[in-house]
């Protein structure tokens, strides 16, 4: 999300281990220079680990109200609280906090998150630390992510214990070996010591994954600042989380190597799937929570997001739907809007459970494959100003749908 550091956030003020999910310890809020550390004492016993290279997220765009669908009525899954795997053992989610804003914040965001998704089976440990203003584009020897450089505002004290933290808290896992765990702390260290603006989610193996979050700092001084309103900083925290929920990203399945290869055969090109559900989750749970995006008068998530699939089309055209989250969002809300997939499948996380996007929902599949071709020709129609769009609406009344010519297939 390289783009999210135009928003802002604040004054770094404590550093504090949040644990959430079924009951919720918080510790001592240290000094703002002192080690906190991850007990490397795994408080259950954790589920049996596979060993692996990481299979990481990192996110895009940014920009939500199904009526017809009842696409928000969630109610039925957020009283299913911190949902137990199959093995019986419940997954944990940690937060470390170098930012100012509350504890509380993160800690009920992540919760409510939580509570939707069905058999979740890992271990997280979100980190978000705030940065300053932009620098520069990274180098291509600099780091293997896509993340911007912007002012360094943690002390170096603050990152020897940022990475004490991790290393201990990947301890906990026989799955991720000693090699690994240096090769992933090596790449940290290089984001905290130069301001990297990371937004990734790191598949360190099946039951563990890492959430890495740049904040923009906020000082109080409204020259300087332009600080991540919370609709932003809820949407950027839970898209995240969605990725940590997603249980085919693990190499074993080989689920991604296969939809890769099926992208690069396709004569539509493709689209990401993985990244468009967790585009959708944030969307529709972040308008259950806010109902502006404070600049924006649209309201609801099924406008927000038709909003910025039609600017981002307008912008990229059919090269939208290969590289944008959003615009990938869009082809799954187009597909609910078809009847070919369930909004449901989406919010619980089950869609991510079995490779459906390589066998149900694969690129050659009848479904997809309509709703790329519809998408690839009146994208291609709106970029050349022939009068065809995807989206109808605009932002005086805040209404977008999408054309009705393209609902059904």
């Given at each position: 999300m390289n783009n999210k550091l135009s928003a802002v956030t604040a004054v770094l003020l404590c550093l504090t281990l949040i644990t959430c999910g079924g009951k919720t310890a918080t510790t001592?809020?240290?000094m703002v220079n002192s080690a906190l550390?991850?007990?490397e004492a795994n408080p259950e016993p954790a589920p049996p680990q596979e060993s692996t290279r990481p299979n990481n997220q990192n996110t895009g765009d940014a920009g939500h109200d199904h009526a017809d669908h009842d696409h928000e009525s969630d109610d039925h899954a957020e009283n299913q609280?911190?949902?137990i795997a199959s093995s019986g053992y419940k997954p944990k989610t940690e937060?470390?906090?170098?930012?100012?804003r509350k504890d509380e914040d993160y800690q009920d965001w992540t919760a409510q998150a939580e509570s939707l998704i069905v058999?979740?089976?890992?271990?997280?440990l979100t980190v978000v630390y705030?940065?300053?203003?932009?620098?520069?584009?990274?180098?291509?020897?600099?780091?293997?992510?896509?993340?911007?450089?912007?002012?360094?505002?943690?002390?170096q004290d603050q990152v020897e214990s940022l990475l004490s933290q991790i290393e201990n808290w990947m301890k906990r896992y026989p799955c991720i070996d000693k090699e690994l765990r240096q090769e992933e702390l090596t790449e940290y260290r290089k984001y905290f010591e130069k301001g990297g603006d990371t937004s990734t989610q790191r598949t360190l193996c099946k039951n563990a994954?890492?959430?890495?979050?740049?904040?923009p700092r906020f000082t109080g001084n409204s020259s300087e600042d332009e600080r991540m309103p919370d609709w932003d900083a809820h949407y950027f925290l839970v898209h995240e989380l969605y990725h940590a929920f997603q249980q085919d990203l693990f190499p074993p399945e080989d689920c991604q190597e296969k939809v890769e290869r099926a992208i690069d055969e396709s004569p539509h090109g493709g689209f990401n799937m993985v990244e468009g559900g967790a585009d959708y989750f944030a969307y529709f749970l972040t308008a259950k929570n806010f109902s502006t995006r404070g600049i924006s008068s649209i309201k609801g998530a099924k406008n927000n997001l038709l909003h910025d699939v039609q600017r981002t089309y307008r912008e990229e055209g059919t090269d939208s739907i290969r590289g944008s989250a959003t615009a990938a969002a869009g082809l799954?809300?187009?597909?609910?809007?078809?009847?070919?997939?369930?909004?449901?499948?989406?919010m619980d996380g089950s869609l991510f459970h079995d490779c459906a996007r390589n066998t149900t929902y694969a690129l050659d599949s009848p479904a997809v494959s309509s709703a790329l071709n519809t998408w690839n020709e009146w994208a291609k129609d709106a970029n050349a100003n022939n009068g065809r769009e995807l989206v109808k609406g605009n932002s005086d009344d805040g209404i977008f749908k999408f054309n009705p010519s393209i609902e059904t297939n």
């Open positions: 001592p809020t240290p550390e991850l007990s609280h911190g949902k937060l470390i906090n170098l930012t100012d058999d979740r089976q890992s271990d997280i705030p940065v300053g203003k932009f620098v520069r584009e990274a180098r291509d020897d600099e780091w293997t992510m896509p993340f911007n450089v912007h002012e360094r505002i943690i002390t994954r890492l959430l890495l979050m740049a904040m799954l809300l187009l597909l609910i809007e078809r009847g070919e997939l369930k909004h449901e499948t989406i």
